[in-house]
């Protein structure tokens, strides 16, 4: 298998090129640089080289010198980003890669094939063949005679041509001596013309490797005009030529050299000036015509001297032919002999044939393999170029001591590490954690460490936070380490994912499943609850009426009242954080809400707190339950003012705005769209992050034992989320905390509020009670016995059905929404309007479970009374449903979670 040496400094190419010649069948040692390359070449004998022109360390076509040097039998391919050579040696030719397109010698291909058509195969046959074959016959002695006068002849002969050798070797010392002058011209006119090419490539590209090559032929100028000066001096008026031609040549070098000088300055002016003077393409060209001149004469010296050897080679080819008639009588001889050995030649020079034409077309065939191998490598390094720079991930190749060799555009953005920095200097601008994002990681725990060591890792988790103002970062980080020839690491490649936004994303899923969680629990809880609070707020009301005359016992009663009425406005907090409490929504105008809330506030805030609004002109409606809109106000207040114990600003702003997409992929629980914003901002002493992030849970509070119940944001988050909005905590330590809240807008004009109906009395009619809770049904039947009405009870939905079916008459049908025998209070409420048409219904419940309650507000056409309730609410909700006329037939049937009472 044929050993090829590709040397590549960028490690993606070269991984290519392993890759894609392995598949041909080759046996491939990859090395990252010129250093590496010419290691490899000291301990292993390669068939080819694959070489690129251009490397660190080494400028441009020294790299292929310097190979060709350390392996001139090897054959060597040259590669480069601007164009594919391929080289033909032992021969490099002196004008650079590239000059040469000859085909690769048979090494290059098969090197087994090679040695076995070896070129001095036809040689050594005719020598063995001779030695095998050849029978020798004696001379005779007339054959002796001939031999020894024509060799005496010759002696003759040879002595002449002697003589005559002696007048043409000086003659050829002329020619030669001509042709050397020719050279020197032409090795002067080529150094002219490499400076010019230089000072352009460098007013080009302004590169430094221009500005060397031209430095350099600069230096060789002045020494090849003086050895081209002593080479003529046998001829005055070449002297004269070239002394006139050498300040014009210096000249134009000098002229090239200010303008290359002029450009690094970036001296416009100069430049100008310079070309405006115009001599240097004047100088060059009266240069070439003087060197042309020069060239001609000794074109010319060189003929006649020519001539003259020339007709001395024929004198002398006159004697060379006259030994040659007696070397002919001498070949006579032994043509016995030399006929036997040119059939053995012609026998060798036809295998040879045959196996140059197995060669050469084996050549074609590699060539072609390899030209095929280098455009799928062309196209491969594209994708990999285009998918690299456009991967989302940052990616870093580095060395083995940590610097960055490569990084792409995504490395740059995420890390700010670009080619050129070191890991290990980076590690002191940022502070480091496991995923946790406590526990520091050990120096020997980094990725960059772990890889250098030869460890190969994926979805290693840290957290960077930088000592600067930007914001920690979550990364997925995998390793993969680099090893070059001999198998040791000379450096590694490491991808990293940022996480942050998916890691912030989960954080508030699961921050919004635990609320959810939480408001679940509250409100299985809260239907029974409310229960026995309605028995225990009912009762102890009449129990205060009836101990009038006896006053201890009447304050004992009322501080239960009481307790009563803290527990009943506790479940409401819960029910409303739980997003379970009924809404009864309507438009809005916030300027003048917020307006009335400050002024509320004042005298209940203090001298202390100075209240200020900042308000956006014109009408703006939101579409809310105002008192729920206040009661979260004041809880937003009342914390602000405890922020501030030594007095400061409370600030209450409403504005429209209008949340992007943008920034609902931030907050999945944001719908992108217009809202109405109102934020209250304070002065206090603010929270820290991990405060904020508790902030709406139920219970949480950091105010004193029995100072809070820890239930204020917790209520306003439920019921800005239950009306559709979004609500937002901003805050920092020592500096204050602002909460937006983000309302739905309102459509249409502002709703006017209702007024207060005077207390109702009772009445007459006959009430039908649906209550599976025996305590709350004997309360209610007895206190609507009290306010005159009749009553008729039912324990379920089953056994309310059964009595109406068997003509029980009633006036109103007043049932919970939730309630057992296998429908709810609403099912219940339409499969009688089904019997009796213009069925009048008053709803009750302490949980409604989205039965009556849909998208955080009352269904249309439906009369709820909210448990717990007192005997003064019981009176007027039954009026007003009995005198309203609400008809179960107009409510739209929604199917509705059954439970158990």
């Excluded at 040549?249 to 416009?268: H, K």
């Excluded at 949340?659 to 901002?681: C, F, I, K, T, W």
Aim: overall charge negative; proline content about 5%.
């Amino acid at each position: 298998m044929p050993r090829i040496l590709v040397v590549d400094d960028d490690p993606m190419v070269g991984a290519t090129i392993e890759v894609l010649l392995q598949r041909q069948g080759f046996d491939v040692t990859l090395t990252d640089g010129g250093e590496t390359g010419l290691a490899a070449l000291e301990t292993q004998a390669f068939d080819v080289m694959l070489v690129d022109i251009f490397m660190p360390h080494m400028r441009g076509f020294e790299s292929i010198r310097i190979f060709h040097e350390r392996a001139p039998a090897t054959p060597l391919i040259a590669m480069s980003g601007y164009a594919f050579i391929r080289l033909a040696f032992p021969r490099l030719s002196p004008h650079g890669a590239g000059a040469r397109r000859d085909p690769l010698p048979a090494q290059a291909v098969h090197p087994g094939r090679a040695a076995d058509h070896d070129p001095g195969m036809p040689r050594r046959c005719r020598r063995e063949r001779t030695a095998e074959g050849q029978e020798r016959s004696p001379l005779i002695p007339t054959q002796r005679v001939i031999l020894g006068a024509g060799l005496a002849i010759l002696l003759i002969i040879t002595a002449a041509s002697i003589a005559l050798d002696f007048k043409s070797r000086s003659d050829a010392a002329w020619v030669n001596h001509a042709v050397q002058v020719q050279k020197k011209i032409s090795d002067l006119r080529v150094l002219l013309r490499r400076a010019e090419s230089a000072a352009r490539g460098y007013e080009l590209y302004r590169s430094a490797g221009f500005s060397d090559e031209f430095q350099a032929v600069r230096a060789r100028i002045a020494p090849a005009l003086a050895e081209l000066k002593r080479d003529v001096r046998d001829h005055p008026d070449q002297v004269a030529l070239l002394e006139g031609t050498e300040p014009l040549a210096l000249r134009r070098i000098e002229i090239a050299a200010a303008a290359m000088r002029l450009r690094t300055e970036n001296d416009q002016a100069g430049i100008a000036a310079l070309n405006g003077k115009a001599e240097g393409r004047g100088l060059m060209d009266t240069v070439m015509r003087n060197l042309d001149h020069l060239s001609a004469e000794e074109e010319r010296l060189l003929t006649a001297r020519s001539q003259d050897s020339r007709r001395t080679g024929i004198v002398l080819l006159g004697i060379d032919v006259a030994g040659a008639v007696l070397i002919l009588l001498l070949v006579a001889l032994v043509m016995r002999e030399s006929r036997r050995t040119t059939v053995a030649l012609q026998s060798t020079l036809t295998e040879t044939t045959a196996a140059k034409e197995a060669l050469e077309a084996a050549v074609a065939e590699r060539t072609e393999h390899l030209v095929a191998a280098h455009d799928e490598l062309r196209l491969s390094v594209n994708v990999l170029q285009s998918t690299f720079r456009s991967m989302a991930e940052a990616v870093l190749v580095i060395d083995a001591e940590g610097t960055v060799l490569l990084s792409n555009p995504a490395a740059e953005r995420m890390l700010l590490h670009r080619a050129g920095m070191n890991l290990r200097n980076l590690r002191a601008l940022s502070d480091v954690f496991h995923g946790d994002g406590v526990t520091p990681l050990r120096a020997d725990e980094l990725p960059s460490t772990r890889v250098l060591r030869g460890e190969q890792f994926e979805e290693l988790e840290m957290i960077v936070r930088p000592h600067s103002d930007n914001s920690p970062r979550h990364l997925m980080i995998s390793g993969r380490p680099m090893r070059d020839g001999q198998g040791n690491i000379s450096g590694a490649v490491l991808v990293y994912h940022d996480a942050t936004t998916s890691r912030e994303t989960e954080r508030q899923l699961y921050q919004s499943q635990k609320l959810d969680a939480i408001g679940k629990l509250t409100g299985g809880v809260a239907h029974d609850f409310n229960n026995m609070l309605t028995v225990i707020s009912g009762n102890t009301e009449t129990l205060v009426a009836s101990l009038k005359d006896q006053p201890e016992l009447q304050r004992t009663a009322r501080l239960i009242d009481d307790a009563a009425e803290r527990c009943a406005d506790l479940i409401q907090h819960l029910l409303a954080f739980a997003r379970r409490q009924p809404l009864q929504p309507r438009n809005v105008e916030i300027s003048a809400a917020v307006a009335d809330i400050a002024k509320l506030l004042r005298p209940t805030l203090g001298e202390q707190i100075q209240i200020e609004t900042v308000l956006e002109q014109g009408p703006m409606t939101a579409h809310i339950d105002p008192s729920r809109l206040t009661n979260a106000v004041l809880n937003m207040a009342i914390n602000a003012r405890d922020a501030m114990p030594n007095g400061g600003k409370l600030l209450f702003e409403a504005h429209r705005v209008e949340l992007d997409e943008a920034y609902a992929q931030n907050n999945p629980d944001v719908r992108p769209g217009p809202y109405v914003m109102l934020a209250v901002s304070d002065t206090g002493t603010g929270m820290p992050a991990e405060v904020q992030q508790k902030a709406f849970e139920p219970f949480f509070t950091t105010k004193e034992v029995g100072k809070g119940s820890g239930l204020g944001l917790s209520m306003v988050y439920g019921f800005v989320k239950q009306s559709g909005g979004h609500i937002k905590i901003y805050s920092e330590e020592g500096y204050g905390t602002t909460i937006k809240l983000y309302l739905p807008p309102g459509e249409g004009t502002v709703d006017v509020a209702t007024p207060v109906a005077p207390q109702a009395q009772g009445g007459a009619e006959t009430i039908f009670v649906v209550e599976d809770d025996t305590l709350v049904r004997n309360f209610v039947t007895a206190q609507l016995q009290s306010l005159g009405y009749k009553t008729v009870a039912a324990p379920d939905s089953r056994a309310a059905l059964q009595l109406i079916e068997a003509g029980q008459p009633f006036d109103l049908l007043f049932t919970d929404v939730v309630i057992p025998g296998g429908m709810s209070g609403r099912e219940l409420a339409e499969e009688v309007a089904k019997r009796r048409p213009g069925l009048k219904v008053l709803y009750t419940s302490g949980y409604t479970d989205n039965a009556i309650v849909h998208h955080g507000k009352l269904d249309d056409g439906v009369l709820l009374l909210t448990k717990p309730y007192r005997r003064n609410q019981l009176a007027e909700m039954i009026r007003k449903a009995l005198g309203g006329g609400i008809a179960a037939t107009k409510i739209s049937a929604s199917p509705a979670p059954r439970r158990p009472a």
